[in-house]
């Protein structure tokens, strides 16, 4: 696959800010973007608008080596948080398939009416590594990991305290493979019966933000990686 960009997101006001965000993403594009990504969605802070412009660095650059703009070309979000990766792609035309580890947060993005009133995007509530099955998240906010470690460090400790003073230390999940959830029968019942077909779409892009535990996405995409060779952005 080829590679492009780096990943960061250390975003801490998430609660507060919920019904500002809400009515951000409702607002439609970042009338302050820059012009080489004029389909940027608006962020509720300015790491988080840091970590958007640069994913759409990345997506620009797929455009310009030859990735389509457009339906025919599936972007896939793994670890979408505030979904404003996904909402600056679908800007772009892409239907984007995202991956939410957190309960709470995967239903609040799905409750959101950019996401809502728009069939080409889809919002999945499961951590996506190279097993398949049920496991346990260590909560830390946005910097939530399935790595009790990966919470531990400064930067992600103090959320995984304040989690843990909430009671919600850990959180049982769904596990899945990409390899998996990018089959005929799951984007069947996701609702997108004609990318099914291979002949309908490609799987183009695919970003990873999963808090260190990349390689394991990684791992559990090797059919897609192979047969579908996306631009790659983590």
């Known amino acids: 696959p080829r590679a492009c960009g780096v990943h960061s997101h250390d ?3 998430l609660l507060s800010l919920h019904f500002v965000v809400v009515a951000l993403l409702r607002a439609g594009p970042d009338r302050s973007a820059p012009r080489w990504c004029p389909h940027l969605a608006p962020t509720p802070g300015p790491a988080a ?8 660095a990345a997506l620009t650059r797929a455009h310009q080596l030859g990735l389509p703009a457009n339906g025919s070309s599936l972007v896939v979000d793994v670890g979408t948080d505030q979904g404003t990766e996904a909402l600056t792609a679908r800007g772009f035309g892409h239907r984007v398939l995202s991956f939410e580890c957190r309960g ?7 409750r ?10 889809r919002v999945v509530h499961a ?3 190279d097993r398949a099955g049920l496991g346990v998240l260590h909560r830390a906010a ?6 009790e470690a990966n919470v531990r460090v400064d930067g992600a400790s103090w959320k995984a305290r304040r989690e843990g003073r909430a009671g919600v230390a850990t959180e049982n999940v769904p596990i899945m493979r990409l ?8 984007l069947r019942a996701l609702g997108w019966p004609e990318l099914a077909s291979e002949l309908a779409t490609s799987v183009g892009f ?7 535990l990349e390689e394991s996405v990684l791992r559990g995409a090797a059919r897609t990686l192979r047969e579908h060779r996306p631009f790659v952005f983590y």
């Open 11 to 13: 975003m801490s006001m």
């Open 49 to 56: 608008r840091r970590d958007t412009l640069e994913f759409c």
């Open 104 to 110: 709470e947060q995967a239903q609040a993005i799905s």
């Open 112 to 121: 959101r009416l950019a996401f809502r009133n728009d069939s080409g995007l």
């Open 127 to 129: 951590c996506v590594s």
């Open 142 to 147: 946005d910097s939530s990991s399935m790595s």
């Open 179 to 186: 390899d998996d959830a990018l089959d005929g029968r799951s």
């Open 206 to 212: 695919l970003k990873v933000d999963v808090q260190g």
